[in-house]
């Protein structure tokens, strides 16, 4: 039974800059998937990023990609996403998501285990 953990949420100014954590407990299949979601008051929950916990390979939502990179510390068995150029859209509870088994990465609902969110707010 895999556990997932956040960290690293706050507030910060338009323009700035923030890295979320997560970090994994427990056995991970070769191809787990490792997923960022985020959900706004009001909204659906939306796809953000995702790693291949074995080959690294990566994906982004076009809404982030150039500004928010995932990646992943196999060691210390963490899922990394850095937030630059942060804009007040971008405000959001984050989730961390897994999954063991082959499906589209973007579809929340095909990821079997969740963490808690951590809030991001971004001021303009």
């Known amino acids: 039974q895999v556990q997932l953990v956040e960290s690293g949420g706050g507030l910060v100014q338009a323009g700035g800059s923030l890295r979320l954590s997560c970090a994994a407990s427990?056995?991970?299949?070769?191809?787990?998937?490792m997923g960022w979601f985020r959900q706004a008051p009001g909204k659906e929950r939306e796809f953000v990023a995702a790693?291949?916990?074995?080959?690294?390979?990566?994906m982004h939502a076009d809404s982030v990609k150039g500004r928010f990179t995932i990646s992943r510390d196999s060691a210390a068995n963490t899922v990394y996403l850095q937030m630059n150029s942060l804009k007040p859209e971008d405000t959001a509870v984050y989730y961390c998501?897994?999954?063991?088994?082959?499906?589209?990465?973007?579809?929340?609902?095909?990821?079997?285990?969740w963490g808690q969110g951590t809030q991001v707010t971004v001021s303009s």
């Open positions: 998501a897994g999954k063991a088994y082959a499906s589209r990465w973007v579809v929340p609902t095909n990821y079997e285990t």
């Open positions: 427990g056995r991970t299949s070769n191809s787990y998937i």
């Open positions: 790693i291949n916990w074995s080959s690294g390979s990566t």
